[in-house]
């Protein structure tokens, strides 16, 4: 159970960032050819994050 609130909380937090980075991009005028480079990198980041945190939920189990 722990687990399934884990996912649906951590696709709700993907989504989030996604829009704070998209509102990044249209605040600071950051170029078209960038945008794929900074939303690659900052998912890349985020899901590392929560990778960490499944085995730390998992392993807490």
Known sequence: MILVVTVLFSLFYLYQINRMTFALCESKEI???KQPKIYGTVNILV???M???FVQVFLAL
């Open 47 to 49: 899901t590392v994050l």
């Open 31 to 33: 170029p078209e050819e």
């Open 51 to 53: 990778l960490s945190f």
